[in-house]
């Protein structure tokens, strides 16, 4: 039995980690800021990560085998959560996101060269940092790069960073909306907003990153790691498949280069290759397995 600390996780395959874990017998505790309570047998701490003393206060003298944290979105959250956990904790997996990649988020000396499908070591956050200098990080991808960086400058405890593609399935659980509004304009005849020519993109069913992570939670490996189910695909693609559940033709309206499209839709490669995660024992599902059943999930909400 681990005694595991899930930072968030009340919500969507957040709350999946948490049951997950409980239910293979460790001893699991929630901390938030009280937004949610934790499923029976799930331990409760209430605090702002934000606030270092605050954090302190409510951890007491516990320490940890694994910290999983669902809610790290800024260098500043880090450095707290650094501080705080340093001897506290044997292992530290933060939920990362595959927009850490995205050339239009990149500084310019490092948006250039990457190899598609993207690997791992594409990106380095420590010189995606030094490129970007000090200033307050403002956009979601950057301050994930960032937070990144925290932990990987002089480690304080054995490090992971999941980098998860775009998750799906659920119904009502995702929060999103993202697959939803694809099959509510597909029903009603409403064209998707999409570009000339689209890139594809990673997926991965919310349940498969639940699982990558608790995986991850007790393996021994450090460092970034890709959670993508196999297959990439565009926004026309995901139309078609959504068309053929909903029984109606995909109408599109196609956008000039940088315009705003619908979700899913880019005009810029960062697919990513899950291989890393594969060799070190982790089964991934295919998308056109489970996503006519997040298609479905979508449709009935």
């Not at 085998?65 to 809610?71: E, Y």
């Not at 990987?152 to 909306?177: I, K, N, W």
Request: glycine fraction near 12%; aromatic fraction near 8%.
């Amino acid at each position: 039995m681990n005694r595991i600390l899930v930072i968030g996780g009340s919500r969507y395959f957040g709350k999946s980690l948490v049951t997950k874990a409980r239910d293979a017998g460790h001893q699991v505790t929630l901390l938030n800021r009280g937004s949610g309570t934790p499923p029976p047998g799930v331990g409760h701490l209430v605090a702002d990560r934000d606030d270092e003393e605050q954090l302190r206060e409510a951890l007491g003298p516990r320490t940890f085998d694994t910290v999983v944290d669902q809610v790290c979105y800024t260098p500043q959250q880090a450095a707290v959560a650094r501080r705080v956990f340093a001897g506290r904790t044997g292992r530290y997996v933060m939920t990362s996101t595959m927009e850490v990649y995205d050339p239009a988020t990149l500084p310019a000396p490092t948006a250039g060269g990457g190899r598609i499908p993207l690997t791992e070591d594409s990106l380095d956050p420590l010189r995606a940092e030094a490129a970007r200098g000090s200033g307050p990080a403002f956009a979601y991808a950057d301050g994930k790069r960032r937070a990144e960086a925290v932990f990987l400058r002089d480690p304080v405890f054995p490090y992971v960073s999941v980098r998860a593609a775009h998750v799906l399935g659920g119904g009502r659980e995702d929060f999103t909306g993202r697959l939803a509004h694809y099959v509510e304009r597909i029903a009603a005849g409403t064209p998707v907003d999409v570009h000339e020519a689209p890139y594809a993109t990673s997926f991965v069913h919310h349940r498969e990153i639940a699982d990558l992570l608790y995986w991850a939670a007790g393996q021994s490996f450090t460092g970034p790691v890709n959670a993508a189910s196999h297959g990439a695909l565009d926004a026309r693609g995901l139309s078609g498949l959504v068309a053929a559940q909903v029984g109606r033709r995909p109408r599109y309206r196609v956008v000039g280069p940088g315009a705003e499209a619908s979700p899913f839709s880019f005009d810029r490669a960062y697919a990513m290759d899950n291989g890393r995660a594969a060799g070190l024992g982790f089964g991934f599902g295919r998308v056109a397995d489970w996503l006519p059943e997040a298609i479905a999930e979508a449709a009935a909400v």
